[in-house]
């Protein structure tokens, strides 16, 4: 019995099944709502099955039927794009989809340059890339969501391989003309009665408290966010100060202001920068290169202003 639907339709139904949406979907995959609309009508027609109910305020809502549907389009999708691997490693080239994840505090640092050099040299990947903070990274590689995810050395499972890339230590970030600001190092004994803003990630959040408890000190939390950017600005305008692994070569934070950037002395780990991946017996020529891509990227480009580069 010939098929009569496309990859198209069921990559377009997949796309509305997950924005719960015709208008959010068409933005994700750069084709008109009629299009999208046409598709999911002509897959309707050839299954005989309603996959979505209709709703005029809050968009599509997924029938239970469409709920398994969505399931199954998806992983056959997946099985499409394994297709691009397979042909890609018999022909020895890098081709292909490939999903990136990278954790959000140094994302605006890294991800821009690092992917446009990498589609520069690969022209035929399909280059997705996602932000996300260490413990969605984690749970999409356990998905499968993503193929690799450029991250930090944390909570990291038995599932998953690591590719070190770089060693991060911490930096007390500080205001210009803080009192500590002329200090070699710093210690936490020092920062215990200042102000801290926090950066309040899951498993950042941890490791960067851990730097207090382990000598048994109660940091002063003035303030949390989710955000580096808003931390760094909020340091830079007298909130408090904040730790971060990572000292960038522009040392102003986003409005502008100066910030100053000195070693925290103590226990704390440095933290090793690197690929995350999924445990696998075989490796895609794709992701490999990706990997390869990243150890030139730490090297050429002296992302951060310190660390040192894990041969």
């Given at each position: ?10 990559e377009y ?5 997950e ?21 999911i009508?002509?897959?309707?027609a ?10 005029h ?9 469409g ?6 389009a998806?992983?056959l ?5 394994a ?20 954790l ?17 040299a ?5 280059f997705?890339?996602f932000?996300?903070?260490?413990g ?14 450029l ?7 038995q ?15 500080l ?40 000598r048994?000190?109660?940091p ?12 760094r ?22 409005d502008?202001?100066?910030l ?16 995350a991946l ?10 490999q ?5 990243c150890?030139?990227?730490?090297v050429e480009?002296?992302?951060?202003g ?6």
């Amino acid at each position: 019995m010939p098929l009569r639907f496309t990859l198209r339709q069921l990559e377009y139904f997949v796309a509305v099944g997950e924005a719960g949406s015709i208008t959010k979907a068409a933005e994700q995959v750069n084709v008109s709502p009629p299009s999208i609309s046409a598709s999911i009508a002509q897959l309707e027609a050839e299954f005989g099955v309603q996959l979505f109910v209709r709703k005029h305020s809050h968009g599509l809502s997924l029938t239970a039927g469409g709920r398994v549907f969505l399931k199954e389009a998806a992983r056959l999708l997946a099985d499409a794009d394994a297709l691009h691997d397979i042909a890609g490693d018999i022909a020895e080239k890098v081709r292909g989809p490939l999903a990136v994840g990278c954790l959000l505090t140094f994302a605006q640092i890294v991800m821009p340059t690092l992917r446009m050099k990498f589609e520069r040299a690969y022209p035929e990947v399909r280059f997705r890339q996602f932000e996300r903070n260490q413990g969605q990274l984690l749970e999409m590689l356990q998905r499968g969501e993503i193929d690799a995810a450029l991250t930090y050395d944390l909570e990291l499972s038995q599932d998953t391989t690591f590719e070190p890339l770089m060693l991060v230590p911490a930096y007390v970030m500080l205001p210009q003309g803080h009192r500590f600001a002329g200090k070699a190092s710093i210690t936490t004994e020092e920062l215990a009665d200042e102000p801290m803003v926090l950066l309040d990630l899951p498993y950042s959040r941890e490791y960067f408290l851990s730097a207090f408890h382990s000598r048994g000190i109660r940091p002063n939390i003035a303030e949390r966010t989710g955000d580096i950017a808003v931390m760094r600005s909020m340091v830079a305008n007298g909130f408090g100060y904040g730790i971060a692994n990572m000292r960038p070569l522009n040392t102003l934070a986003p409005d502008g202001k100066p910030l100053v950037f000195v070693p925290l002395e103590g226990d704390l780990r440095p933290l090793t920068m690197g690929v995350a991946l999924p445990n696998a017996e075989h490796r895609t020529q794709t992701v490999q290169a990706f990997i390869d891509h990243c150890r030139r990227f730490v090297v050429e480009q002296g992302v951060f202003g310190s660390g040192r580069v894990v041969e």
